[in-house]
């Protein structure tokens, strides 16, 4: 059974933003996907897979073309790292702690067991919930959370 979790977080501090774009930008911000009954043994880390990046935009950052907030979009989404490992007690301590982390600013959305409508057949647990996380990650990439 798996327990998904879709976190949000300020990587703003992450990133050289150009001074051409900062009074544009206020925040960029991470969007993870993580099951916390993923619990292998010996490993104290969540795996945490990259759904997307958002930058945040000021209000003068709201006010420019469309073709130019894409543009930043893009520009620093490119750099993003990918999926991420996280250890456990930060993360659950994002969870039930938020606002001890000022600097991270998390939000979390707590989605529990997701249920796809897909039966696999003949394959071992590790490629069913690798294609599992594939599919819920796919679907938060069309339907973004945040």
């Given at each position: 059974?798996?327990?998904?979790?879709?976190?949000?977080?300020?990587?703003?501090?992450?990133?050289?933003?150009?001074?051409?774009?900062?009074?544009?930008?206020?925040?960029?911000?991470?969007?993870?996907?993580?099951?916390?009954?993923?619990?292998?043994?010996g490993?104290?880390?969540?795996?945490?897979?990259?759904?997307?990046?958002?930058?945040?935009?000021?209000?003068?950052?709201?006010?420019?073309?469309?073709?130019?907030?894409?543009?930043?979009?893009?520009?620093?989404?490119?750099?993003?790292?990918?999926?991420?490992?996280?250890?456990?007690?930060?993360?659950d301590?994002?969870?039930?702690?938020?606002e001890?982390?000022?600097?991270?600013?998390?939000?979390?959305?707590h989605?529990?067991?997701?249920?796809?409508?897909?039966?696999?057949?003949?394959?071992?647990?590790?490629?069913?919930?690798?294609?599992?996380?594939?599919?819920?990650?796919?679907?938060?990439?069309?339907?973004?959370?945040?």
């Amino acid at each position: 059974m798996l327990d998904i979790y879709v976190m949000s977080v300020s990587e703003y501090d992450n990133y050289i933003v150009s001074s051409d774009d900062e009074d544009s930008i206020t925040d960029i911000r991470g969007v993870y996907m993580f099951d916390r009954s993923d619990s292998t043994v010996g490993i104290s880390v969540y795996k945490m897979f990259l759904i997307y990046m958002k930058v945040i935009f000021t209000e003068e950052g709201q006010n420019l073309a469309e073709w130019e907030r894409n543009f930043l979009q893009e520009k620093y989404s490119a750099d993003a790292f990918g999926d991420v490992e996280w250890p456990y007690h930060e993360i659950d301590d994002f969870i039930d702690h938020p606002e001890h982390y000022p600097l991270h600013r998390p939000k979390i959305i707590h989605f529990g067991d997701i249920k796809v409508g897909i039966e696999f057949d003949n394959c071992d647990d590790i490629v069913e919930g690798t294609a599992l996380i594939e599919m819920i990650r796919t679907y938060f990439q069309v339907y973004p959370p945040f």
